[in-house]
């Protein structure tokens, strides 16, 4: 580890005395209300009014008809994943998931919980590479995928960062090829964006949608998710399946594989205590995000991209991504990495370590799953086609692959909504100082 503190670049600087997070749960004490009042009555378990109110609540704020309440997002996810293999290729078998045997296109610069439902369904993920101008699912190398696996009839969308990614052009691909979507806005509750001219939340962008309430999510119930959907059998069958698949008899009988994934009335509570902070919390993200972009202008980064016409990001996460000729030497392995300063540059290594060394957590860009150790056979399409084995000893350079060049230049900066303005002016001065 460097020794910032001793490092003359940084002098006068001091660390925080409490941590700055990256993304923290911020209570405002109605959560308490709401969790006692389910202790009192004893509705503590996976029934009760909380559960019924957050459920409504959701629906109205989204705009869509249910909000099915689950344990985490992970969970409405799988749910998803597995209502679309259902419809798609028929009902699972107790040994075999809905998608065995099938692909499925999916979000490359995610969080894996976004995907491997479609391994827990037996399906395997064929990771469709990122653009530069939102961070998310290239609509160009989706249209290539289509090509190279005319078949697939399912695509995973996830909006990375709490920033929508381009539903409206991928709807239209998907259309064209008869696939459905499973949306993932786990990242980006009270993101809106502009479907066909008009105003809509994510989270009713997909034909299976899926929300999170994780501890580090715009609003959190300390856990929890949902399942969204305008379909009342879709929600009917989200509720049976999360409650481990219960028949109409007397005793234990299973027509179908179950799952304990409903929410608890405890989270619920505390869910219900957030949701009206909702739009505070997506207001106190984009102020920082704007302070960034302001306090970096002058610096070789941009902030993460999106699209101002067509989108109104959630703002859960600012990142940086460095300029090409900014970038001081970083080389990562699977579990380790060295960096290099040179004079004018930087690298996310370098000022994630940097910040660390002040006190304040800041992380990666999201390695793409093409990149990860599990998924590392499973195929990846990129604009030009297929992004596996490209190389050649003997034909110089390679074609683009998007996100691992955004893994290699970008990171997540803090981005917690109490951070104050001096809070964050003293991480600009830090990563200011990376520079120098
Ligand atoms: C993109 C994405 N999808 C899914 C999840 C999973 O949600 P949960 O942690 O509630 O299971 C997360 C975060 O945790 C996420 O960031």
Request: proline residues 5%; aromatic residues 10%.
């Amino acid at each position: 580890m460097w020794d910032f503190k001793s490092d003359p670049r940084f002098a006068g600087i001091k660390p925080f005395e409490k941590k700055i997070w990256l993304s923290s749960p911020t209570m405002h004490g109605d959560e308490q209300h709401w969790v006692d009042e389910a202790i009192q009555t004893n509705w503590v378990s996976t029934v009760g009014e909380n559960i019924n109110e957050v459920e409504k609540q959701i629906a109205a704020y989204i705009g869509c008809k249910y909000a099915v309440a689950l344990s985490c997002g992970t969970a409405a996810l799988h749910l998803a994943t597995k209502l679309a293999g259902e419809k798609l290729y028929g009902q699972a078998r107790p040994d075999a998931g809905t998608l065995a045997g099938h692909k499925v296109f999916c979000s490359d610069t995610t969080f894996e919980a976004s995907i491997n439902p479609v391994a827990y369904e037996d399906g395997e993920a064929v990771f469709i590479d990122t653009e530069r101008d939102t961070w998310n699912m290239d609509p160009a190398a989706l249209e290539k995928a289509f090509e190279i696996y005319p078949d697939v009839k399912l695509v995973v969308l996830a909006h990375l960062y709490g920033t929508p990614g381009k539903a409206e052009e991928i709807k239209r691909i998907c259309d064209a090829h008869g696939a459905l979507i499973v949306e993932d806005a786990a990242e980006s509750l009270g993101a809106k964006y502009k479907l066909n001219g008009k105003w809509v939340e994510t989270g009713t962008l997909g034909d299976y949608n899926a929300i999170s309430f994780n501890g580090n999510k715009v609003i959190t119930g300390s856990a929890g998710g949902m399942f969204l959907t305008d379909r009342r059998e879709n929600a009917e069958k989200v509720r049976k399946w999360s409650t481990q698949s219960r028949e109409a008899a007397p005793w234990y009988q299973h027509e179908e594989i179950g799952y304990n994934y409903r929410m608890s009335n405890i989270i619920a509570g505390v869910i219900r205590g957030q949701v009206p902070y909702l739009d505070e919390h997506i207001a106190q993200k984009k102020a920082i995000y704007e302070r960034y972009k302001e306090g970096f202008k002058d610096l070789p980064v941009r902030m993460n991209p999106f699209d101002a016409e067509k989108s109104q990001p959630n703002f859960w996460l600012s990142c940086l991504i460095i300029d090409e000729d900014a970038m001081a030497p970083m080389v990562r392995g699977e579990q380790d990495y060295l960096w290099k300063h040179e004079p004018g540059k930087s690298s996310p290594q370098e000022i994630l370590e940097a910040i660390a060394a002040f006190n304040a957590e800041g992380r990666p860009i999201w390695k793409p799953m093409h990149m990860q150790p599990i998924y590392r056979m499973n195929p990846f399409i990129t604009k030009e086609g297929n992004g596996r084995a490209r190389s050649n000893a003997y034909i110089a350079g390679s074609g683009a692959d998007v996100g691992a060049d955004i893994f290699r230049r970008g990171l997540c900066l803090p981005s917690d909504n109490k951070m104050t303005p001096e809070q964050q002016d003293r991480v600009i001065e830090i990563i200011r100082r990376c520079f120098r």
